[in-house]
C-alpha cells in the first residue's frame, strides 16, 4: 500500500495567514493526490483533486501544487472557517489511502 | 445533486456483525463506485471497500476477511457488513461516491454514522 505522510500534523496560524501542508507519498502517484477539509463532527469536503483542480464552489484561496512524491496543499490569506482539519489522499492505486491528517488551529 | 444518508445501529456487540446502509438520493446509482470509510474517534481516515453498479467490489486487504459490501438498485441503497467486530472497530462510518473508473477522488460524502463496538 502507497503510505501518504502529511507534515506537520499541527500547525497554528492566524487569519490573514497563508499556511502550507505538505503531503509525500511511499512512490509516484502520477499527480492522483485529492485534499479534503473536515470540520468537527463533520464529514470531509472535497478541496483539491488531480493535485491542483478545484472543484466548483471551493475558494480561490486553496491551491495545490506537487509531482513525483511531494505534494502542497496552500491556503492563502486564511480564513475564520478554514481552521479545521485537512487530508491528503491517493488515488493511484489500491487499497486507497490518506495521510494522518494536519490540524489547523488558531493561534 | 446527489446526496447520500447513513443508517444502522449505533451501538453493536463485540463478536457481532456491523450492518450500515447508505440512501442515495438525487442522482443515478448505475455510475460511480459507492464506498465506505471509516474514522475511529480522534483519528484518521481509512477507506474500507467499494461496490458498482454490476456488484463489483474491491475491499481494503486489511478488513477484505471480514467485509462485505453490496448494492441495491431497486431501493437505490448500498450496504455495508463487517463481521466479528470489536471495540477496533468503534468509528465513524461515512458512505461516499467515487468516480466510476475508481480512479478519481471521493466527491460526496455522507454525513457519517458513529458505531460503537461494546459490551
Known amino acids: 500500500a502507497i503510505r501518504m505522510t502529511q507534515s506537520p500534523s499541527s500547525l497554528s496560524a492566524s487569519t490573514g495567514d497563508r499556511v502550507t501542508i505538505s503531503c509525500r507519498a511511499s512512490q509516484g502517484i502520477n499527480g492522483f493526490i485529492a485534499w479534503y477539509q473536515q470540520k468537527p463532527g463533520k464529514a470531509p469536503n472535497l478541496l483539491i483533486y488531480?493535485?491542483?483542480s478545484l472543484p466548483s464552489g471551493v475558494p480561490s484561496r486553496f491551491s495545490g501544487s506537487g509531482s513525483g512524491t511531494d505534494f502542497t496543499l496552500t491556503i492563502t490569506y486564511l480564513q475564520s472557517e478554514d481552521f479545521a482539519t485537512y487530508y491528503c489522499?491517493?488515488?493511484?492505486?489500491?487499497?486507497?489511502?490518506f495521510g494522518g491528517g494536519t490540524k489547523v488551529e488558531i493561534k | 445533486q446527489v446526496q447520500l444518508e447513513e443508517s444502522g445501529p449505533g451501538l453493536v456487540r463485540p463478536s457481532e456483525t456491523l450492518s450500515l446502509i447508505c440512501s442515495v438520493s438525487g442522482g443515478t446509482i448505475r455510475t460511480h463506485l459507492w464506498s465506505w470509510i471509516r474514522q475511529p474517534p480522534g483519528k484518521g481516515l481509512e477507506w474500507v471497500g467499494h461496490v458498482s453498479y454490476s456488484g463489483r467490489t474491491n475491499y481494503n486487504p486489511s478488513l477484505k476477511s471480514r467485509v462485505t459490501i453490496s448494492l441495491d438498485a431497486s431501493t437505490i441503497q448500498f450496504s455495508l457488513k463487517l463481521n466479528s467486530v470489536t471495540a477496533a472497530d468503534t468509528a465513524a462510518y461515512y458512505c461516499?461516491?467515487?468516480?466510476?473508473?475508481?480512479?478519481?477522488?471521493?466527491?460526496?460524502w455522507g454525513q457519517g454514522i458513529l458505531v460503537t463496538v461494546s459490551s
Open positions: 461516499a461516491r467515487l468516480g466510476s473508473d475508481g480512479y478519481s477522488p471521493f466527491d460526496t
Open positions: 489522499q491517493q488515488y493511484y492505486s489500491y487499497p486507497l489511502t
Open positions: 488531480g493535485t491542483s
